[in-house]
């Protein structure tokens, strides 16, 4: 659910910002990660990001993206629409997921979906397996996974969710203090917020925040100065 | 073609709105400016003013338009019904229907289409104000548009048009340029490596003048290269 | 336009905060959002305005042609108001012939300000039985977070006022202000968690029912009216809303007014 990790850093002048095209020079053994690519033996930035040196790897972290499921992500699904016995997902990927009947938490009988589940509805699922085609499965079969039938959603960018969660969840803990709500932060970008309505106005001030200025230094603080308020 | 007494220059070689034949028109782009789009960039080139949005990726709806190996681009130019001086009935134009094929065609050369099988990613041009290189104003804010919705491309198109006007090589054709002159070559390049993904003529020009125009345009492209790189990195905070 | 998927969750969020005089994004009942509206933007049109409410842009352009009267009101010219929602301003509106959403914005728009009489058409005639001008308004959507009835007809009525007629373009005099009489503003009121709210953004027309558009003209007279969508509504619920409407409509004007003044 809540993972172990770090905002990328953000420190004075050490972070660099690419374009799609442009030439990362100085890197001649480097391994092309996420968001590089090779190129006549030259590594050339994919997208708009900040260059990321891990050792080896040299890798882009996107500033805008578009979730994409892997297998084992928990994700916060919509119904779209369903046949007699699967469910068709918005995951807010790039492509649907579907549940099908036998991955479903209720013995379902076959052309009863609609009972259990229905167009709008959403649903804490994991995402069980991803081929080359990016056809989906989802599950909801696992502990915790359930149709959420209160409290609200919230959508994040998907690059913001390690500064949600902060290190070692600390932010995450910040924000379910700040609003005294159950929260569940999907990999998919989409976050479930439980509890009265004022925490949950606070709580949503508060993603706000974050997604507008994770990228400056100083963000605990102002979060802080926000449920000091 | 042909109003014989067109002078697109005077006596010291200055065309009508205070350039030399070597001069860009002014340019200034800036990102993010459809809030709820993915991604998006408006463009001001001289007079022209052109807006572009993108949505995606996503799942492509119907099922028989989708490619399993990869995304498809689904492009649209359109030109508003305020943006020229005679006035532009909406609907169906062949036109913008054939601008917006060969926009899908140049992009299409560069975006990390394998990268989404089975989706779409949606451009969406529309032309607010015209005054000559509609199409390349169109291809160029699409660019910044997908590099700020972080569509992966191997580098960002860049459209200019240049041509000729009284027997003179012109870099970026204005309006009456463009409709009094004899040439106009629009062209889409690739910075980093000069390559051509988009490449249009019309008119009558040697093989020289061809030549001089091609290299206006790669010098042209360059420029607004620039003037892109920095409204995307402005656009993410500027120098971290 | 496609039919986005409505979460149940939200429609039920939205019925709890409405239960505790709260809107989704913190605003009150009656309150818009922030307005940026400026005029004389487009180049190439005789009048236009671009209004900001919110994350919602939208342009107005007024052009001009050259119409033959028609043969039962040879003293008359034109005025036509037409409206494009497309595909750039939102996730869900697709490419195509117009929808029905986009027409029904149009001809709202349209009837609000046609109704009200602030266009004479024969004040538009130039020679009787031959020439007369057509004023046409295109009304053009950038970016679609809600209520876009209300930045259309804002749009629309401050490019009118602020319009010039290209007498000299057509070669039938010198240029002059075009003469519009009265300043006809539109409100919109949307039942959000079941009750009326003032200019609602995109998550709460998502989530909500019916909406009322109601035109005023400068005495707040009544000029047009519209119910959209499935629901209902009392007659209590009208009056609040009508109320509501008269004086949000004399502060539009007088901020239609100043633009123009400042011109």
């Known amino acids: 659910m809540s993972e172990d990790s770090t905002p990328p850093e953000q420190a004075s002048g050490a972070v660099r910002l690419v374009h799609p095209g442009e030439r990362i020079g100085g890197h001649d053994g480097a391994e092309a990660g996420h968001g590089i690519r090779r190129i006549d033996g030259e590594l050339v930035a994919m997208r708009m990001g900040t260059l990321q040196e891990n050792g080896q790897t040299v890798s882009v972290e996107p500033l805008s993206s578009r979730y994409t499921p892997r297998a084992g992500d928990l994700v916060i699904g919509l119904v779209e629409g369903m046949t007699n016995n699967i469910w068709f997902m918005d995951i807010g990927a790039s492509f649907n997921a579907i549940l099908p009947m036998s991955l479903a938490p209720w013995k379902v009988e076959f052309g009863a979906v609609r009972e259990h589940l229905g167009v709008g509805e959403a649903v804490l699922c994991r995402v069980q397996e991803v081929d080359e085609t990016h056809s989906a499965v989802a599950t909801m079969k696992g502990m915790g996974l359930r149709k959420l039938k209160s409290g609200m959603l919230e959508t994040i960018p998907p690059h913001i969710i390690p500064a949600v969660i902060g290190k070692g969840g600390a932010m995450l803990q910040t924000l379910k203090d700040l609003g005294d709500c159950r929260i569940v932060v999907g990999q998919n970008g989409r976050v479930w917020l439980d509890g009265e309505q004022d925490g949950m106005r606070e709580i949503r001030s508060a993603l706000k925040l974050i997604r507008d200025t994770a990228h400056l230094p100083g963000l605990k603080e102002r979060v802080d100065a926000l449920a000091g308020e | 073609m042909g109003y014989d007494n067109y002078q697109c220059m005077d006596a010291n070689g200055i065309r009508e709105d205070g350039r030399k034949a070597d001069e860009m028109r002014p340019v200034e782009i800036v990102c993010g400016v459809i809030p709820v789009a993915d991604g998006s960039a408006r463009i001001k080139w001289g007079k022209n003013e052109a807006i572009a949005a993108v949505y995606g990726p996503m799942e492509a709806h119907p099922r028989k338009i989708q490619r399993q190996d990869r995304a498809i681009l689904d492009v649209r130019y359109n030109m508003a019904p305020f943006s020229t001086t005679d006035r532009i009935r909406p609907g169906f134009n062949r036109r913008s229907r054939e601008i917006g094929k060969v926009t899908r065609d140049a992009l299409e050369s560069v975006v990390d289409l394998e990268l989404y099988p089975r989706s779409k990613i949606r451009v969406e041009i529309e032309i607010i104000c015209a005054e000559a290189g509609t199409r390349c104003c169109g291809i160029t804010a699409a660019s910044v548009a997908l590099a700020d919705a972080g569509i992966p491309m191997s580098d960002m198109v860049v459209s200019v048009a240049a041509g000729k006007c009284n027997g003179i090589v012109l870099m970026d054709l204005n309006k009456p340029e463009d409709n009094y002159g004899e040439a106009d070559l629009p062209m889409g390049i690739l910075p980093m490596t000069d390559e051509i993904v988009f490449l249009q003529m019309d008119g009558d020009l040697s093989m020289e003048e061809f030549k001089q125009c091609w290299d206006y345009n790669v010098k042209a492209a360059h420029d607004v290269h620039a003037i892109m790189v920095e409204a995307l990195r402005t656009r993410y905070g500027g120098d971290v | 336009m496609a039919i986005p998927i409505i979460p149940s969750l939200l429609r039920e969020s939205l019925a709890e905060m409405a239960s505790t005089e709260e809107r989704i994004d913190g605003r009150s009942r009656y309150e818009g959002r922030n307005l940026e509206i400026e005029v004389d933007c487009l180049a190439n049109a005789e009048g236009s305005c671009r209004v900001r409410m919110g994350d919602t842009i939208v342009l107005a352009g007024v052009k001009f042609q050259l119409m033959t009267p028609y043969p039962d009101r040879p003293t008359e010219g034109g005025l036509m108001t037409s409206a494009e929602v497309r595909p750039v301003c939102g996730p869900n509106w697709e490419a195509g012939p117009p929808s029905e959403e986009s027409i029904e914005l149009g001809r ?52 009118l006022r602020t319009a010039t007629v290209p007498a000299e373009r057509f070669d039938v005099g010198e240029d002059y202000r075009l003469p519009v009489k009265g300043t006809p503003i539109m409100c919109s009121y949307h039942k959000v968690g079941g009750r009326f709210v003032f200019d609602a953004n995109k998550r709460e027309e998502l989530g909500g029912d019916e909406r009322i558009h109601i035109t005023l003209g400068d005495e707040g007279h009544v000029h047009s009216l519209q119910k959209g969508l499935r629901g209902v509504f009392t007659a209590t619920e009208f009056d609040e809303i009508m109320d509501q409407a008269q004086s949000r409509c004399a502060e539009l004007r007088e901020i239609v007014h100043n633009l123009e003044e400042s011109l």
């Open chain 3, 108 to 159: 709202v728009v349209d009837r609000g300000i046609r109704e009200s009489g602030c266009i004479n058409t024969t004040e538009l005639c130039i020679l009787p039985g031959e020439k007369a001008w057509q004023v046409i308004i295109d009304l053009f959507a950038i970016s679609d977070d809600g209520n876009m009835f209300d930045a259309f007809a804002l749009a629309a009525i401050a490019a």
